[in-house]
């Protein structure tokens, strides 16, 4: 691991979590920052480093310590960690610190620079105002710095202020028409003196170069004719060329270039100007919706976070989700920027150096808008689709008679089949399980939904408890445009900007709604060993791979993962919320997972009295060595009075080997 650089000044050195780092009863996600001070780093490193890779360090922004395993860090020089500081968001942060490219060119921004803002899912142009501060230094001696922009064009009036914050003006701007960012909200755009040769070549660009990117192009491959997607357009030398991803490929990740002069645009094609004989041919048969510069409207209104299909070839469809809409660099005509349900893209949100939105590697893919069709998939009983993210199509009707939780055969009858349980929609997956497994078949958290609230969050608890749990209990079914409601909602009252759109752990949905929001005291406090008490409204489930465990149930998996964390529940929990071990799509621990219908946690409870295994009196020692044998890990957690506890030891000590 490389050091960080280090100047006289520098009092601390700074890191960020490459994992996610569980420790005690907390988690701590990749993307989290920490540090240390110069001292303790200079003796760290003047020691053997081959002895110990667990050094102690100090989270931010809460000063909290942990010790770490040094090989999961990465080091940060503190202008850079001022920058990432402004994110809320640690996995936002851990994106924006890989994307070199961004991150450099917010470190060079300069007051007056032009930028691209993403506000709302769409991008809007802008000039930086005032890079700084808002706030005092943190006792590690970061502050978060912010680019205060001036909302340009189509952005004025979608901003937050005039340049003025807590009443200290920072610039001047009309009213609604400043924001305060952090780096990874903005697209840097060069600064004019920079570049003065693309200055001279965008208008015969804009004006001699007939091929956008984004749209359907048409060429020869060894005297066969084949179409494809116009994906870069740049200039080799004094020629043009085309980057081209080829319809009989297959597939979205090869690329061939093409000469300007070798490709045909898709309007000639459709005019029956070419056909595959490579004469004058007949009209196009493939149907196709019209852009709405042809005059007809497309069949439905797309918008961000659309469900949507694209026809790359005749029989070869992919599907995805509208992230982001506008024009980009080079091209005239309004762009969508898809992220596809499988790996058939060619990005990840990112096309040459500008991020238009984030997604997983191969999952991003560029196109014109009028290319996009509503998904199929999400067509309603009456033929309508489900229009954008509201899912126009379907909705839950308000249900405000309060109704049982969902018991026996009625929650088999009514939860099973089609069309049953709550509508999946952008990245739901986890919080859709979270609302169905506390709501459906319990009322153990429905205290949630009658709690006295403040009335700027009454609306919230209206949405969770009308829209959302009593429709599941009466029909059987939420359609995904209540929960995204609610997801709007938090965002609204979080500080990640990224709740209605990124797949979100439970444990930030809980905590956000119980806690923030409603004001509900942790279910939970857990101690590991000596240390302090810790409070949570929920328990992840960590553990490492046990070769004995092929099918475990859930009450093996809690008390493997308390042992090996040395943790013990302080008090008996009013509800104890578990969320099960955290898989990849290519690996899984357990192929299975066996449901415990009752858990019994009496030996996970602190200082309570139990039963000695062998002889029935009280128990005072736990034996970890028993609960991992294979003879007696299938009954559970062992504990011994202090007799049978000698006899063990001195049996175990006489018994040959």
């Not at 105002?129 to 502050?143: A, E, H, T």
């Not at 070549?201 to 491959?221: I, L, R």
């Not at 209104?301 to 070869?316: E, H, K, M, R, T």
């Not at 905590?511 to 590991?528: A, V, Y």
Request: proline share 6%.
């Amino acid at each position: 691991m490389t050091s960080a650089i280090m100047t006289q000044e520098d009092k601390f050195i700074y890191y960020i979590l490459t994992e996610d780092h569980p420790y005690g009863s907390k988690l701590f996600y990749a993307g989290s920052m920490c540090y240390l001070k110069k001292q303790t780093y200079l003796h760290y490193i003047s020691t053997d480093i081959s002895s110990t890779r667990f050094w102690r360090f100090t989270m931010v922004p809460d000063d909290s310590a942990v010790t770490m395993n040094v090989e999961i860090l990465l080091p940060l020089e503190k202008k850079v960690a001022d920058l990432l500081l402004a994110i809320s968001c640690p996995h936002e942060r851990l994106k924006c610190f890989l994307e070199k490219l961004a991150l450099d060119s917010a470190l060079k921004a300069r007051e007056g620079q032009r930028v691209l803002v993403d506000l709302d899912q769409h991008t809007f142009p802008g000039t930086i105002r005032y890079i700084g501060k808002l706030r005092n230094p943190f006792p590690s001696g970061l502050c978060p710095i912010y680019f205060g922009v001036e909302l340009q064009e189509g952005g004025v009036g979608k901003g937050h202020c005039d340049g003025t914050y807590y009443g200290t003006d920072y610039f001047k701007c009309k009213p609604d028409c400043g924001l305060f960012l952090p780096c990874n909200k903005l697209q840097f755009v060069a600064p004019p003196e920079k570049s003065k040769m693309k200055r001279e070549e965008k208008p015969k660009a804009a004006e001699d170069v007939p091929v956008k990117v984004g749209e359907t192009v048409g060429f020869y491959v060894d005297d066969g004719y084949t179409r494809g997607v116009a994906m870069a357009v740049y200039k080799e030398g004094s020629n043009w060329m085309v980057k081209v991803c080829p319809e009989e490929e297959g597939t979205t990740d090869v690329f061939r270039d093409i000469p300007m002069d070798s490709v045909v645009k898709e309007e000639l094609l459709s005019s029956g100007v070419v056909d595959t004989d490579g004469g004058l041919c007949t009209q196009r048969k493939r149907e196709r919706s019209k852009s709405p510069e042809d005059g007809e409207p497309r069949p439905a209104a797309l918008d961000v976070n659309s469900l949507v299909q694209i026809d790359l070839s005749p029989g070869s469809c992919v599907t995805g989700t509208i992230r982001w809409i506008g024009y980009m660099l080079k091209t005239q005509r309004k762009m969508a920027g898809i992220e596809l349900d499988e790996e058939k893209g060619v990005c990840d949100g990112e096309w040459e150096g500008v991020r238009y939105f984030t997604c997983p590697p191969k999952r991003g893919l560029f196109v014109t808008l009028e290319r996009c069709q509503p998904d199929r998939r999400f067509q309603g009983n009456d033929g309508t689709f489900l229009e954008s993210f509201e899912c126009g199509g379907l909705d839950t009707p308000e249900v405000q008679s309060n109704l049982p939780p969902l018991r026996d055969d009625a929650a088999v009858n009514l939860l099973r089949g089609r069309m049953r349980g709550i509508q999946g929609h952008c990245n739901s997956c986890y919080m859709d399980a979270a609302l169905f497994s506390l709501f459906s078949c319990t009322s153990v958290m429905d205290s949630m939904l009658f709690k006295p609230s403040l009335p700027p969050d009454r609306h919230i608890q209206r949405i969770l408890r009308d829209k959302i749990v009593n429709p599941l209990r009466q029909k059987g079914f939420v359609a995904a445009s209540s929960v995204m409601n609610l997801r709007h909602q938090l965002t609204e009252k979080g500080q990640c900007s990224s709740f209605a759109t990124s797949e979100k752990d439970p444990e930030e949905f809980l905590n956000l709604i119980m806690h923030r929001i409603l004001g509900i005291e942790p279910l939970l406090k857990l101690q590991s060993g000596k240390l302090k008490e810790q409070e949570c409204f929920c328990y992840q489930i960590f553990m490492d791979k046990q070769e004995d465990l092929v099918v475990p149930n859930v009450q093996q998996l809690v008390e493997h993962s308390f042992l090996s964390s040395d943790l013990k529940l302080v008090e008996i929990p009013s509800c104890f919320i578990i969320q099960m071990p955290r898989f990849g799509k290519e690996y899984k621990m357990f192929s299975k997972i066996i449901p415990s219908l009752e858990l019994d946690i009496t030996d996970l409870l602190l200082d309570s009295p139990r039963e000695c295994f062998v002889c029935g009196g009280v128990a005072t020692h736990e034996c970890s060595a028993c609960f991992k044998d294979k003879m007696f890990a299938d009954s559970g957690l062992k504990q011994y009075c202090d007799s049978c506890c000698r006899q063990g030891t001195r049996a175990a000590s006489t018994s040959p080997p």
